[in-house]
């Protein structure tokens, strides 16, 4: 069983930056699982942000964060991150992490068995 927490949410004004964490807990490395974020805005679907490869690190961004938000890991402390620049009114949302055992780079919510309860951010204007 892997077990996600999300971390880093709260309220930011436009053009902030800000950095959410996604941990893992239990006895479970994450090393070999890719790692997801998807959002959730108000009256919206769940949508991709970002994801990481298990292996190699290559990494994929939805067009409406490419070049703002960047996708990363560290093994060593089992957490994933994605780091958020120039923060728009529009990326208000709640976001989720995912992973997927030695999954793919897929930018749909089936590609991922594991989802943490998510964290809430909110850009205001």
């Known amino acids: 069983q892997v077990r996600l927490a999300e971390a880093g949410g709260r309220s930011v004004q436009a053009g902030d930056s800000l950095r959410l964490s996604c941990a893992g807990s239990?006895?479970?490395?994450?090393?070999?699982?890719?790692m997801g974020w998807f959002r959730r805005a108000p009256r919206k679907e769940r949508e991709f942000v970002a994801a990481i490869s298990w292996d190699v690190d290559h990494s994929h961004y939805a067009d409406s964060v490419k070049g703002r938000f960047t996708i990363s890991r560290d093994n060593a402390k089992n957490t994933a991150y994605l780091q958020m620049n120039s923060l728009k009114p529009e990326d208000t949302a709640v976001y989720f992490c995912?992973?997927?055992?030695?999954?793919?780079?897929?930018?749909?919510?089936?590609?991922?068995?594991?989802w943490g309860r998510g964290t809430p951010v909110l850009v205001s204007s």
């Open positions: 995912a992973a997927e055992y030695r999954g793919q780079l897929l930018n749909y919510t089936g590609g991922y068995a594991y």
């Open positions: 239990g006895r479970t490395s994450l090393s070999d699982y890719t």
